[in-house]
Structures are given as C-alpha cells and as structure tokens.
C-alpha cells in the first residue's frame, strides 16, 4: 500500500464549477498536509497549508483534513481556466520535512 | 525574491551516458532538497541537505546516483551510468531550515530523456 493515495484522473469542468480533489494515506503519523499546484512545464508551487485536523480556507481555496479518516480534501469554488494545473497533496511527519507526494490530479476549467 | 534556480532546464542523454544537474536555492536557504518525478507521478525525494550535510538520502540509487553541497549553497546531482528509467523531471526544492512544515519552494526543474 502507497503511502498516499490520489486518484490520477484527469478532471474537466466548466469555468465557475466547484472542483472536489482528495487524498488517502495510511500513516496515522502524518502531521502537515499540504497541496500543490503545477502548471506544465513548472515545479509545484505551495497552495493551501493546514497542520493535524480541520479546515482551512483562503479565498476561492478550501482545505479539509480528517485525520480519523486518513483523508484529505481539497475544494475551489468559482473555478477558473487559469486553475487549469495539476493538483498534487503531499504530507509530512511530525519531526521531518521529507514530503509523501500523491501522484497528483490534472484539473481542466473549460471556459 | 528571486525563486530556486536550475540548469540545464531540458537534456537528452543516451543510456550508460553521465549527466549532472545544478541548483541554487533560495539565498539563506538551508535546506535543499532533490526530487525525481516521473510522468504521471509525483515527486519522490531522493536526498535532503542541511547546509552541506546530508539529512536523508535514503531513496538515492547511490550505485549511480551521487549529489553535493559543497559550500552549503549550491548543489549539483550527477547519475553515472544513466539508465532508460531515469527519464523524469528532477526538481529541486529549498526551504528556511528542515523543521516540519517549512514551505518548500521549488525551482522549475531538469527534464531528463534518457534514450
């Protein structure tokens, strides 16, 4: 079992659709979840932030954390073409910045 | 501010062939990090730094992989003998210091086609 779990398929919406992306993993440990976003051709660039449970919000972005569950969310509101990247969920352990990548979500905003 | 610089941003090598990479972090950055990310995946790590020291290479293929930080500044990653399945994107990342939830930014990496 990987320790992070994102379901790879590409997802198109329409501009101003809501897009729902989430993450599994199986480290009861992890303490930071973070997500990423990369445009083509360009490293991840940091998004949304949240350390252990709860929910995080930062204008159109939505963060969700449910350590119970083992599952993370991420939502954005208002979808935009320019929200077009590829949305990647990463964690870390208390103690150690080593970041556990999913594989990453390809988000299409069709105008 | 200026971002983690790399270089070369594109290379196509045969295999059995070297190759090396160049980062520049972030000034007053102390912690620089390599990344391998093949298509359709995410980035895996494959050494973390402290200053010049190494925190974590224990996902470097160290029979053909190698990386320095000589000065605590730059860094270069080098694979001697390249293999097919090390065509991927390598990325390299800093961040202030190496404590939990120090943001990692990322330079806009090296694609590497090995054929």
Redesign the interface.
Known sequence: QKEVEQDPGPLSVPEGAIVSLNCTYSNSAFQYFMWYRQYSRKGPELLMYTYSSGNKEDGRFTAQVDKSSKYISLFIRDSQPSDSATYLCAMSLYGNNRLAFGKGNQVVVIP | EAG?AQSPRYKIIEKRQSVAFWCNPISGHA?LYWYQQIL??????LI?FQNNGVV?DSQLPKDRFSAERLKGVDSTLKIQPAKLEDSAVY?C?S?PG????????????T?LTVL
């Open positions: 983690v912690t359709g995946q995410g980035p895996k790590l973390q974590d990325l990342a961040s190496p404590q939990s939830g120090d943001t990692q930014y990322f330079g806009p990496g694609r």
